[in-house]
């Protein structure tokens, strides 16, 4: 049985302060809750406070947005898995739209984060997903393929039973466009299949795949209706506590 996991991707917002009373309000919502997962995934800033907060909340994890894939050294600006383990964080984003497109990384540097992020006990949330340009020309399956291929490359089995896969198609995320339930599930059972091809059926059959983009408290419960929608990356909508625990418990109730 696959539990749901829902992640809040507060991207680039939230100070210390905002992040502990958003907890307090998250946590008065989600009192004896444990139907889902629940990853908050701040800014690094905001990691120490949360930390503290998050250790007494059951259910609740800590997640970062991004890292590098060195463990030390001259990489100004960048942020190591050694250094986000110092804080509790248990998930990492990686590959996610945003970071693929401003900022130019490949599905080669994010197996090197990926595997870099298995090393230090930190679970990847590997983000895949096409553009709608991709999608208008039919290749939805062949770049999905290729992300998961090249992303995965040289993990073993119980380092993909630790990964989440995050199907995020990119025209959906910030839009205010949902891919309907339909077309998430579609897309949710090609990346089944393609992991089972990869790694095995069995392995596959008990990988998390979260579905992202412009998930709202109105629209979450039918998409994680879906037999292969096992919990959602939420941006925008987890930025209000309330908002986001309709999100959450509606997971549970799927
Ligand atoms: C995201 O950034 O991962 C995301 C899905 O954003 P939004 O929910 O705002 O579309």
Redesign the pocket.
């Known amino acids: 049985m696959r539990k749901k996991i829902i992640a809040a991707?507060w991207?680039m917002n939230m100070t210390a302060a905002e992040a502990a009373s958003f907890m307090e309000d998250l946590e008065l919502e989600l009192k004896n809750f444990d139907g889902a997962e629940v990853v908050i995934v701040p800014p690094f800033t905001v990691l120490p406070r949360l930390s503290e907060i998050i250790s007494e909340i059951p259910g609740v994890t800590l997640g970062a947005q991004n890292m590098w894939h060195e463990t030390s050294g001259a990489f100004t600006g960048e942020i190591s898995a050694g250094m986000l383990r110092e804080f509790f964080t248990r998930y990492v984003?990686l590959g996610?739209?945003?970071r693929r497109t401003i900022f130019g990384e490949t599905d080669e540097l994010v197996n090197k984060k990926v595997k870099a992020a298995l090393a230090a006990s930190l679970r990847p949330i590997l983000?895949v997903g096409e553009t709608l340009e991709e999608r208008d020309a039919g290749r939805v399956h062949e770049v999905l393929s290729r992300q998961l291929k090249g992303s995965l490359a040289g993990l073993d089995t119980d380092q993909m039973l630790d990964t989440v896969i995050?199907y995020?198609p990119v025209w959906?995320?910030?839009?205010?466009r949902t891919a309907t339930p339909e077309q998430a599930q579609e897309a949710h059972a090609f990346i089944r299949k393609t992991i089972g091809e990869i790694f095995d059926p069995a392995t596959a059959a008990k990988v998390r795949i979260q579905y992202?983009?412009?998930?709202?408290p109105d629209n979450a419960k039918e998409l994680l209706h879906q037999p292969d929608i096992d919990g959602?990356?939420?941006?925008?909508?987890?930025l209000d506590p309330r908002g986001f625990a309709k999100i959450v418990k509606a997971a549970a109730r799927s």
């Open positions: 991707n991207k984003v996610h739209s945003e983000c995050a995020e959906a995320i910030g839009t205010g992202g983009g412009s998930v709202k959602a990356l939420v941006g925008g909508a987890s």
